[in-house]
């Protein structure tokens, strides 16, 4: 197998792993691949830079996605169906994701470096945010740049509220309100909120 098939099956792999667990180890990853620990560390030099790569993309994907889903969207479509595109990728991710997740915002090993290369994607002034706020401008109709950070925030909000609560559960061994999330009637209900509070005056 080639060095990139490899490195590509690593990085695959650990995403994987990294969906459902708050935390990885390199045997995790080694032992998924079928590896040994210095076959994984041949390739990436440490744990964290693999880490480090597997962000990288997440963050990349992440951005690719909502701009696909921002051009299906605008045009003629009703502002509740374009908002609530965007808030119900952003949900299904967390849901979906809450390992990744959990590496991106909290964890100690990446926090400072998955962080920052998430919040200068989102939350700093970019190509990215701007034409996601170009677009906000347009469905809401307004230009009060203040109202349009608010919302923008409120939209991109959808990570954080099932993160925080689940990755509490997760730590005390409970399950309920994961499955409150995942329960497809209670996210019908929490997306359509979420969307009138992103599109009300």
């Known amino acids: ?8 099956k690593i990085i695959e792999t650990t995403k994987i792993l990294m969906q459902s667990n708050t935390h990885i180890t390199i045997k995790n990853i080694a032992d998924a691949c079928f590896m040994n620990i210095a076959a994984v560390n041949y390739h990436f030099g440490s744990k964290e830079n693999l880490l480090l ?5 997440v963050v990349e ?12 969207h605008k045009g003629d479509v009703p502002i509740e169906s374009f908002i609530e595109s965007i ?16 590496y991106l915002f909290l964890t100690k090993e990446l926090q400072s470096e998955s962080s920052n290369a ?3 994607t989102f939350f700093t002034e970019n190509k990215f945010t701007q034409m996601v706020y170009e677009n906000l401008k347009s469905v809401l109709k307004t230009d009060n740049q203040k109202e349009l950070a608010a919302r923008y925030m409120i939209l991109f909000s959808s990570f954080s509220i099932p993160l925080f609560i689940q990755l509490s559960e997760v730590n005390q061994k409970s399950n309920t309100p994961i499955d409150t999330f995942k329960d497809p009637e209670f996210r019908k209900f929490y997306i359509k909120q979420l969307v009138k509070m992103v599109e009300t005056e």
């Open 1 to 8: 197998m080639k060095t990139q098939d490899i490195k590509r």
């Open 53 to 57: 790569t597997v962000m990288d993309e």
């Open 61 to 72: 994907t992440l951005k690719t996605d909502i701009i696909s889903l921002i051009n299906t």
């Open 87 to 102: 808030i119900t990728y952003i949900y299904n991710y967390a849901i979906e994701n809450i390992g990744i997740l959990n």
């Open 118 to 120: 998430l919040v200068k």
